[in-house]
């Protein structure tokens, strides 16, 4: 496992600038151009590739829905079955994230309120109705003691919910539905840019479009505040930031890599990266790279030695 500290000379130069939102004006919050996306920017995100379950994402920065996609069959050897739905919400939605395959979603947005406009994380608990697949993932330790890798050793396969045989979509009475969890709501820190959850559902990282920081939130706790994990200063790429992605690396470990990409926005040239070598949820470095020569250099450029975070399974996707 990497253990060391990463030290790199940064090669960017950054031209920071917050953006700030309007006074408040309801019943219409103004939504930040540079988080607007259209499908074709974000695309159909997996969130579990297993031999009998498979399913992704979908959304479009500044619309208020995600789709959910489902293939599912009743063992590895029969016909995929497809099952689209759409899950509605009154946020205009800057970022979502997931966690246990797909089956709970993390949605950052704007709201409309009778005072004004606020930013909100909400967690989406999915319900499937029964007869339908789910994965089992194996509870984590609390943060600060080391959890297994790779993550997939921790998800135990497909049951049927409710117990007996499975039913197939078209044959079920009942549709899916959330439960909805307001994580944070305000308006001190602004629209979050990026949000990224800890497979492990430990906690969900959450990055202001501001870059005055970057935050977590324990996922363990209710209403626990927002706790700043690395400033401006110590990370000063922050503010070109506007996607987070969790990844595993047979070397490094768990890590964050910061993209500078999300629809029309156009960075600086430049990756950032978290590194949690024990995945213990203790961040151990952060360093930011030029995405040319350094980069290459770098052990996050070694794609050979990547760990799939949702891949159980040997077979094809359908």
Request: net charge negative; with cysteine; proline share 7%.
């Amino acid at each position: 496992m990497y253990k060391h500290v990463i030290v790199a000379s940064v090669a960017c130069v950054l031209t920071i600038t917050a953006l700030t939102l309007p006074a408040p004006q309801s019943p219409s919050c103004p939504f930040p151009t540079e988080l607007e996306t259209f499908a074709i920017d974000v695309g159909r995100t997996p969130t579990i590739v297993a031999d009998n379950l498979r399913q992704w994402i979908n959304w479009q920065g500044g619309n208020s829905y995600v789709q959910v996609g489902r293939h599912e069959r009743a063992d590895a050897t029969s016909e995929w079955a497809f099952k689209e739905y759409m899950f509605s919400t009154d946020l205009k939605i800057t970022d979502v994230s997931f966690a246990a395959g797909g089956q709970t979603l993390y949605v950052a947005g704007i709201r409309s309120t009778g005072n004004g406009c606020e930013d909100v994380i909400e967690q989406w608990d999915i319900t499937f109705p029964k007869g339908s697949l789910a994965i089992q993932v194996s509870p984590a330790p609390t943060r600060g003691t080391v959890a297994p890798l790779p993550f997939t050793s921790t998800i135990t396969g497909t049951v049927v919910i409710g117990g007996g045989t499975f039913v197939s979509a078209a044959q079920r009475i009942r549709s899916p539905f959330t439960q909805k969890t307001v994580l944070y709501s305000g308006s001190g820190l602004g629209p979050f840019a990026a949000i990224e959850a800890d497979p492990e559902q430990r906690f969900l990282l959450a990055l202001p479009l501001s870059g005055s920081g970057l935050y977590s939130l324990d996922l363990t706790t209710p209403s626990s505040p927002p706790l700043l994990e690395f400033d401006a200063a110590t990370l000063p790429h922050l503010g070109a930031v506007r996607r987070i992605v969790a990844y595993e690396h047979e070397d490094l470990g768990r890590f964050y890599w910061l993209y500078e990409t999300k629809g029309d926005y156009i960075g600086n040239g430049c990756f950032s990266f978290i590194v949690d070598s024990e995945n213990d949820g203790v961040f151990d470095a952060s360093l930011t790279l030029d995405a040319g020569a350094a980069f290459a250099a770098s052990p996050f450029h070694e794609y050979a030695k990547f760990v799939s975070l949702i891949n159980t399974t040997d077979t094809d996707f359908p």
